[in-house]
Every structure is written in C-alpha cells, then in structure tokens.
C-alpha cells in the first residue's frame, strides 16, 4: 500500500519514476538481467498488490521463489511492523512448503530463501519513522540484507539488486531456480531467477 | 457532483469522439508510434495500424447507432426494457412471455454483444443491469443521505481510497483532477459504507473510475458498483481474503483446461499459473488492460449475461494467441505475449468473436456447479493458511 514497491522494480527495470504509480492489483511481472562478478542473473520478478487482502494471494507469488525483498516505507511505522509479520511468514512458509511437499530437490536446491528487508523512502528522512538501526537489527537477527532505498532520487536502488544477485550467485547452484522478491506485506515480489555462468 | 454542463460532459461528448491525431504520410511511412486519446479521454500509444482499426470501430459504431434508433424508431423508446429480460434470467423464457418479448429478448442478446452505442450506454446499463430496480427499492435521497452520513469519517477504508484516488488512471484529463477525484472519493467511499464487508478493495478505484466515466452522473455510477458486486458478479469477490475472486480463478483454470487443452497443458508444463495473469483482469473487470471502449463492450456483455462473461473473454484472450503461447519457454514470454495481446486489442468484435463463438456454449448451470466444487476447497485453502498466519502470532508471543 504504497511503500513504493512498484516504483522501486520500475526504478531497477526501467530507470523510471512516476509519482503517483498506478495502484498494483494482483502482481506486475518485470524481467531485468545483472551481470555481476560470478554470473549473470536474470531476474523475474512479481511485484505485489500491497493492501492487506490481497496477503490471500501471496503464495502464488513466492511459491518456488528464490529471493524476497520485504518493503517498507521510512515514513510510516505501521508498514515497518507488517514488514515484520511478512517475514515471519515467508521463513514459515519455506519450511512448511518443503516439508509439505516433500521436494527434497526443493530443499537441496533452495534451501533458504533468499531475504531482504528494504526501507523505502530515504528521501523522506524529515518524516523518518522507522530508525536505520531499528531495520538493521531486524534484519540481522533474521539474516536478511539490509538497505535503505529510495525509488524517487535512485539511491540504492541499483545497490540493492546488485547485492541479491551477488547473494544468489554464490548461494544457489547455476541451474534456474526460483527467486522471490518479497515486499512488506504489501509487496512481495517473487521472480524465478535463471543464473548462468557467464 | 456534476451537473449537465460539466466540464466532463463536454469532453466526453459521444459526437466529440475519437480524437486522433491523423498521421501524416510521412508518419505513415515511418511507422512511427502515435499518441492519440481514445473516446473515453485515455491516451493510447500505438502505431498506424492500430489507428486504422479504431478509424473503423468508429465507423462501426456509428452503424451500431444507427440500428439501435431504427430500432427505437419501430419498436418504441424504451423496447429493451421488458420485465422479463434480467441478467439472472438471460432470455427468460416465461411462459408468460409473449412472443414480441421472445422476439425483442433473441434481438436484444444480438444487439448487445455488437456492442451498445455509447451514447446509449448510460440508459441501457441502469436498466438491464437490474441498477434502476435497485435503486428504486429505496428513497429518493439515500445516495445523498449515504453521502452526508459518511462526511468526515476517517476509517482504513477511507485512508486506502484518499491514498489511491491519485494513483487511479493517473493523467486522464477528467478523472485526474480535483474535480475526477473528488466524485470518485464519493462513489467508493459511500460504497464503502453501504457494505461493510467489502469496504473498499484495491481493484474497485478503476471499476468505478470507468463507470464515472460512462454513467455521467455520479449516483448511476454508484448504483452500478453496487448492482455489479451485489448481483452481477459472485459472492465475495471483493472481500477480506477474495475468496470469490480465488473460486472464479480455480473455475477459470478448469475452464481453460477443458477449452483449450494445448494450452492449458503447455502452460503447466511451464509451472505457468494462469492465475498470475487473470487475476487482475477478473478484478478490475480487464480495465486495466483492454482499450476502454474494448473494456466497455465487455461490461455491455457482463451487464446483460453475467459474470460468465468473463469467463468467455479471458479464455478468449489465450485462444487468439494459442499459437504464439505453444512456442513459448518461459514465463516472461509468456506473460508479454498476453500484455501485448490486451493493450492492443482495439477491435472490440476481434475479441468478442472469439469469446462468444469459438469458445462455445458455457451454461451460468454448469459455471455454478464448478464454483460450489471449488469453495469448499478455496474455503480450506484459506483456512489452513489463516490458521499458520495465526500459529505464527502466537510463537510471537
């Protein structure tokens, strides 16, 4: 609900900043590829709908992702503390989903999600709600990656994905594998990942 | 409110229509994309054969026009307004039903799937929606009652619409202004407060914008958004955890799968759920990603036969591409293929031709008996879900 996931995917994928972003219902889906040091990443990415009902439609998003970025928005606490609830619910559900189905391929190939948690917004440090250390800490504790973005002026934005491919790189095996960006309860984003060594 | 005179009736004058910038030869020549604002005041980028086909739905339009007077011309005014023909009953074929109803029923079905002329639309829409008879069952003043009772509240519903009233169609020349923001904050937030269980889903800002757009006045427009969540469309579509909206997605994959086998197949080869893509079409009734007068052709259709009509459209969309989505690899492939498709249609009878008669005869009998199957699942689904959400609660504590 307006933390700026879309407009961050856009900054990434496109360069572009609109300041009033049309509203997301569902998903957007965005392809950007990263080359980094280790491989070239292709990113797929879901970016969600941020209001809190459509949380129902979540798993068909970061089912079989292998990244997630969880979004809040600096300004407003309330975004921080369903941040929070988000990633509880996606470590939860890594668990469950490999259990469940009893993919041990899923578990070999993708045995943690790949997490990061992104304060939206630093443009608006005046307004600032939510402290740096208070994400940081939150982040380490559920060892997440950890920036302060903002899609407006470009800060960080680059920087951000630039750190997810570099963690898939090294982390997963070069063959496909999910990749789920995962917003704040409002957007979670999931793309499947395809790494080639470059 | 606006009146009769508005800035909006003006722009969006019927004869007004269409203004498209001709291009040039050398335009032509270059192939070059254009920029040009359709009849409901959207600007559209496309190139010059697009602009072609909507130099020739005008043409077909106006045709449309001319039928549906000749027809007011020989049957009288309101000939289409028989008690008989509802959304719920189709072609209800009482036995009471004389013949010239029968007749007007079969014509009517027809007509409106070659779409209703825009100037029409307004009138033809309260009354075959069942919007005028809902209305009608309560006092004069409620949309105004609704409105006063409703001034100043602050509630999640009221915050979620201030925050996406700016991000609604953002740069459309009437519904981006004060004026465009102001009425459908009204509309939604009444709505809001009419039914509480909805209060205000992401998804109803562009049903409603459009409906502001086509009804003129803000009270239809109210009235439509309430007949279309209440009658028109399934049960919950809208509400706290969609289920409505999960039962018709599970409906629309059987659907798929049993109309179109080499795609749906091809599709879960690909661990491609089609969900990824219909979901916002089901729930913003295509708005958007069809053209708006494509858009709006489908709600002609949705108003008169109901929500399986979008069913037809959406399956529609994958069977005009089945052979591009055959050769696709991946997922992105996929879903550019199906963006492209929709931003592009501007022929709404390309569309619906398809929808109606190669997709084939879906009874509402059948539909119905697919989505009591699929609650009982999609209520499950849900409720395991709700129940980890909440086991993840209590860890917390």
Redesign the interface.
């Known amino acids: 609900m307006g933390t700026g996931k879309t407009s961050l995917v856009l900054r990434f994928v496109k360069g572009q900043f609109f300041h009033h972003q049309e509203a997301t219902i569902g998903a957007a889906f965005f392809t950007q590829i990263l080359s980094v040091s280790e491989a070239t990443v292709k990113f797929d990415i879901w970016d969600t709908a941020g209001q809190e009902r459509y949380h129902s439609l979540a798993p068909m998003y970061y089912r079989g992702a292998a990244a997630a970025i969880v979004v809040y928005d600096i300004s407003t606490m309330d975004t921080f503390a369903r941040a929070k609830k988000w990633v509880q619910e996606l470590q939860k559900q890594g668990e469950e989903d490999a259990v469940m189905t009893l993919n041990f391929q899923f578990i070999l190939r993708n045995p943690k999600l790949v997490m990061a948690l992104v304060g939206n917004k630093s443009d608006l440090d005046s307004k600032r709600e939510v402290q740096v250390e208070e994400g940081e800490e939150f982040a380490q504790e559920n060892g997440m990656l950890f920036m302060e973005t903002s899609a407006k002026t470009a800060e960080n934005v680059n920087e951000l994905f630039y750190e997810i491919a570099k963690k898939l790189a090294t982390a997963s095996p070069p063959n496909p594998s999910g990749v789920t960006l995962n917003h704040e309860e409002t957007q979670e984003r999931r793309g499947k990942l395809f790494c080639c060594i470059g | 409110m606006f009146g009769p005179q508005s800035k909006m009736d003006i722009a969006f004058e019927w004869q007004a229509q269409f203004h498209i910038l001709r291009p040039s030869i050398h335009a032509r020549r270059a192939n070059i994309i254009v920029k040009f604002q359709d009849l409901y005041g959207f600007t559209v980028e496309g190139n010059v054969d697009d602009v072609n086909v909507l130099n020739e739905v005008r043409e077909k339009v106006r045709q449309q026009g001319r039928v549906w007077w000749a027809l007011e011309a020989s049957k009288g005014a309101n000939w289409y307004l028989q008690p008989q023909i509802s959304i719920s009953q189709g072609i209800g074929l009482k036995s009471s039903l004389k013949l010239s109803g029968f007749v007007n029923a079969i014509t009517l079905k027809k007509l409106i799937r070659k779409g209703i002329p825009p100037v029409l639309r307004p009138k033809v829409w309260f009354s075959l929606s069942g919007a005028a008879k809902k209305k009608s069952t309560v006092p004069e003043s409620y949309y105004n009652d609704l409105l006063k009772a409703v001034e100043g509240m602050d509630t999640p519903a009221t915050r979620?619409i201030d925050?996406?009233l700016?991000?609604?169609?953002?740069g459309h020349p009437w519904l981006?202004t004060p004026e465009g923001h102001a009425a459908l904050r009204r509309v939604l937030v009444g709505y809001s407060f009419r039914d509480s269980d909805v209060g205000y889903?992401?998804?109803l800002?562009?049903v409603a914008a459009l409906l502001l757009l086509v009804m003129k006045t803000e009270e239809d427009a109210f009235w439509m958004l309430a007949v279309l969540l209440e009658n028109v469309l399934v049960n919950d579509c809208?509400?706290?955890?969609?289920?409505g909206?999960?039962v018709e997605q599970r409906v629309f994959k059987d659907l798929l799968a049993k109309k179109c086998p080499r795609i749906a197949a091809h599709l879960e080869a690909l661990?491609f759920?089609v969900?990824?893509?219909a979901?916002?079409w089901f729930?913003?009734l295509f708005s958007?990603s069809l053209p708006s007068e494509t858009t709006l052709r489908v709600w002609d259709v949705l108003f008169y036969e109901g929500a399986k009509v979008l069913f037809h459209v959406a399956l529609a969309i994958f069977k005009m591409k089945e052979h591009e989505l055959l050769l696709t690899h991946q997922?992105?492939d996929i879903?550019n293929i199906l963006q492209r498709t929709t931003h592009h249609l501007f022929d709404p009878d390309e569309l619906l031709t398809v929808a109606f008669d190669k997709i084939g005869f879906m009874t509402t009998n059948t539909i119905s008996k697919q989505r009591k199957k699929q609650e009982t699942e999609v209520m499950k689904e849900?409720d395991l879900?709700l129940r980890?959400?909440n086991?993840?609660r209590t860890?917390?504590k």
Do not use: A, M, W
């Not at chain 2, 809208?238 to 289920?243: G, P």
């Open positions: 979620q925050h996406d700016p991000r609604t169609f953002p981006d889903c992401q998804g800002n562009y809208y509400t706290t955890n969609l289920s909206c999960h661990e759920d969900s990824l893509v979901t916002e729930l913003c958007k997922v992105g879903i849900l879900r980890r959400l086991s993840i860890d917390e």
